[in-house]
């Protein structure tokens, strides 16, 4: 009986996602159900799984088991990676797929997998498309970064809370599903004492 290829399976969740994003989102369950569904379909052994809860772009986000994953593709621990679609494996652009599709210093490529996408770096025309979807994922990151900052700084000079924390002498009260200030004299109280006021 023929000796089945390994494959891992690199499976990614933003972390920072609001509690009524969970549906937006696919979950690293569902994630690892697809992934060991193609392998078995295509006839791979999972060898490991890989999981990040994490953000796919910010560039001091600290994703382990993504470096983890990549080392043991390039070091020949499994023949092949598997990502539900590209946007789960980077938001960084073309250069964190092509380092591992394409690489420069002329070791041999890694072969991604992206199941979404349909794509597989092993094609050489599907990685033209890996590329574009890479750079589609940080131009996405990009945009939503710049609303996000113009939201915020607009609220700001609207004076508008725009903070996690509370202004002192107020706490969150949750409403259905919306959060709202609300005086708290407790808080406030301790505020005083602890400014000698």
Not at 36 to 54: E, F, I, K, P, S
Not at 164 to 186: N, S, T
Request: net charge positive; with cysteine; glycine share 6%.
């Amino acid at each position: 009986m023929a000796v089945k290829p390994l494959i891992d399976l690199y499976l990614r969740k933003s972390k920072n996602l609001r509690e009524d994003d969970h549906r937006r989102e696919q979950s690293t369950d569902t994630q690892e159900a697809s992934g060991r569904r193609w392998a078995d379909r295509n006839g791979y052994t999972v060898r490991h799984v890989w999981v990040d809860l994490a953000s796919g772009y910010k560039a001091d986000a600290k994703r382990p088991d993504f470096d983890k994953a990549l080392a043991a593709l390039r070091n020949r621990e499994t023949s092949a990676l598997w990502c539900y679609m590209v946007d789960r494996f980077s938001r960084r652009g073309a250069r964190a797929v092509l380092d591992v599709i394409d690489p420069v210093d002329g070791t041999e490529p890694g072969r991604l997998i992206f199941e979404y996408d349909n794509l597989d770096s092993a094609n050489e025309r599907d990685k033209r498309w890996i590329l574009n979807r890479a750079m589609d994922a940080k131009e996405s990151s990009d945009q939503l970064s710049a609303r996000t900052r113009e939201t915020k700084q607009q609220q700001r000079e609207d004076g508008q809370w725009v903070t996690a924390q509370p202004p002192y002498g107020y706490r969150v009260e949750i409403v259905g599903k919306r959060r709202r200030l609300v005086p708290d004299p407790d808080r406030a109280m301790s505020c005083r004492r602890s400014s000698g006021g």
